[in-house]
């Protein structure tokens, strides 16, 4: 699976952004999918999990009723709305893939098989 993150940009406080992971290969239906996060000087973080159905997610607690993570198999994509952004929120954020379809899989970054580029996301004040 190769993945490709797209969508971030700079926004203000309290606005809203949505990125999206485009897939290829035939194992992406299959795959529980993850989106984590680094921002500059601390450790990449878990932020949000969904299943290969599409039917279970999992958040970190930061972002908790503010982000929701989605999913279109027919499209090969995996997508993050990200709503009343935060300062805090700025960072990186990667879209991986893990092999196993369960959703709780896809929130550990060592047990993710695939990752994509990142995209950068930066909310100002």
């Known amino acids: 699976v190769q993945l490709q993150a797209s969508g971030g940009g700079l926004v203000q406080a309290g606005g809203s952004l949505r990125v999206s992971c485009a897939a290829s290969g035939r194992t992406f239906s299959n795959s529980a999918m993850g989106w984590f996060r680094q921002a500059p000087g601390k450790e990449r973080e878990f932020v949000a999990a969904i299943n290969w159905s599409g039917g279970e997610t999992i958040y970190a607690d930061s972002v908790k009723g503010r982000f929701t993570v989605s999913r279109d198999n027919a499209k090969n994509t995996v997508y993050l709305q990200m709503n009343s952004l935060k300062p805090g929120d700025t960072a990186v954020y990667y879209c991986?893939?893990?092999?196993?379809?369960?959703?709780?899989?896809?929130?550990?970054?060592?047990?993710?098989?695939?990752w994509g580029k990142g995209t950068q996301v930066t909310v100002s004040s």
């Open positions: 991986a893939a893990s092999t196993i379809p369960l959703v709780a899989a896809a929130t550990l970054s060592y047990g993710m098989d695939y």
